[in-house]
């Protein structure tokens, strides 16, 4: 799973990282902690024009969908998509052959499972570098009003050793692409096969992870802050470090 990111990038980072324009940038606020449940607008690079940044909202609603009801029902199982059947499921099938994207954030949350307890972890680049996530997108028509939505889901692949250790629950993690993996994921004329072959898990060593606090699971408190990153040492054992 990957419900929670870390997207603090300001529009310079982005523009300078990824060689295009940030789209409505008056609309884009950078935060420490989004979670997809709040279904977030957040800065995505989408296949159909790489030159732009477009702020796209967490949680895929597919083109097809009939009504509003409909769109308000599956934007919440759509946070993610499996790599592993993203080609066969009818929410991402028809998206995945031309409708691919690029999330980029600055870092994931994940949470550990240690005996009774659930720790939370930060996870970021090694050399603190923008994280570029893999990921679908659509625009869906309401059908009454004529309003676009344009949305998107992060695509999971299965854990690499460090993650498998973090996420012991689920051992899931984001599909996280290099940058020789980025030109071709937003190229379409790569093949599906050859498309599906760049949702591996990063080695271990393209990351660093360390324990934080539990202020990240505060329902009252302000997140949008750096105090949600900063290292935090628990008295426990099996953690990996």
Known sequence: MCFTVNVNLIREELENRYG?????????????????????????????????????????????????????IIRYKTFNARAESLGKKPSFSSAF????????????????????????WYIYNAENEIISLAGIYDDWVENTTGEVFSTFSIITTEANEMMAVIHNSGKRMPAILDKSAEVR?????????????????????FLHAHTISQLINSRAADLNTP????????QAENLLF
Request: charged content about 20%.
């Open 20 to 72: 295009a324009t940030l789209i409505d940038p008056d609309n884009y606020r950078p935060s420490y902690y989004y979670h997809a449940f709040a279904l977030p607008t957040m800065p995505v690079i989408c296949s159909g024009d790489t030159s732009g940044i477009r702020l796209l909202k967490w949680g895929l609603i597919p083109s097809s969908t009939p009504n509003s009801e409909q769109a308000n």
């Open 227 to 234: 105090d949600v990153i900063k290292p935090y040492n628990y």
């Open 185 to 205: 994921w937003k190229d379409l004329s790569v093949s599906r096969t050859d498309a599906l072959n760049l949702l591996t898990p990063c080695p271990s060593e």
């Open 97 to 120: 052959p031309s409708k691919r994207c690029i999330i980029p954030v600055k870092g994931f949350f994940e949470w550990q499972h240690v005996g009774k307890d659930k720790i939370p």
